[in-house]
């Protein structure tokens, strides 16, 4: 299983790696549970055309506002946003994963959420900060139900 994703303060990128040592420890004790390749996507990402099915994982930070009414204006993860729609990639998109910090309320995952409607792909998982093991066994397992 193929992974897209942009972190900017660390935290997405901890998940993805925790998850990718989880996928392979999956994968070790039987062999139809498979591996994960992580892509890092940032500012200075040489964007390319996607050939195979990935899912997207996306930190949310937002200009303020509420996540309502007002305030939902992304930053920082433009880039992502951007490699998406370059070469049309979102179409090999099988889905999103978000995260953010649950104390900002109607904004948590909100941009995941976002290119979720915006591109047409499923929002699948969401996890706060840096997540749990038991997000990481929560979200691999939906991950491989999504994979196709």
Same mark, same amino acid.
């Given at each position: 299983m193929n992974?897209?994703?942009?972190?900017?303060? !660390?935290?997405?990128?901890?998940?993805?790696? %925790?998850? @990718?040592?989880?996928?392979?420890?999956? %994968?070790?004790?039987? +062999?139809?549970?498979?591996?994960?390749?992580?892509?890092?996507? %940032? &500012?200075n990402s040489?964007? &390319?055309?996607?050939?195979?099915?990935?899912?997207?994982?996306?930190?949310? /930070?937002?200009?303020? !506002?509420?996540?309502?009414?007002?305030?939902?204006?992304?930053?920082?993860? &433009?880039?992502? *946003?951007?490699?998406?729609?370059?070469?049309?990639? %979102?179409?090999?998109?099988?889905?999103?994963? !978000?995260?953010g910090n649950?104390?900002?309320?109607?904004? =948590?995952?909100?941009?995941?959420?976002? =290119?979720?409607? *915006?591109?047409?792909?499923?929002?699948? +998982?969401? /996890?706060?900060? *840096?997540?749990?093991?038991?997000?990481? @066994? *929560?979200?691999?397992?939906?991950?491989?139900?999504?994979?196709?």
């Amino acid at each position: 299983m193929n992974i897209l994703y942009i972190s900017i303060s !660390g935290n997405t990128r901890a998940f993805a790696k %925790h998850l @990718a040592e989880y996928a392979k420890t999956q %994968h070790e004790r039987n +062999a139809d549970f498979p591996e994960i390749s992580l892509k890092e996507i %940032h &500012e200075n990402s040489d964007f &390319e055309k996607e050939t195979e099915p990935f899912f997207t994982f996306v930190p949310t /930070y937002l200009d303020g !506002g509420n996540g309502l009414d007002n305030g939902d204006t992304e930053i920082l993860t &433009e880039t992502m *946003r951007e490699y998406l729609e370059y070469e049309e990639n %979102h179409k090999l998109c099988l889905g999103v994963v !978000g995260s953010g910090n649950k104390n900002f309320n109607n904004q =948590y995952c909100l941009t995941a959420k976002q =290119y979720a409607q *915006r591109f047409g792909f499923p929002f699948l +998982a969401d /996890y706060e900060l *840096r997540g749990t093991p038991a997000d990481v @066994a *929560r979200v691999y397992q939906i991950l491989v139900e999504n994979h196709k």
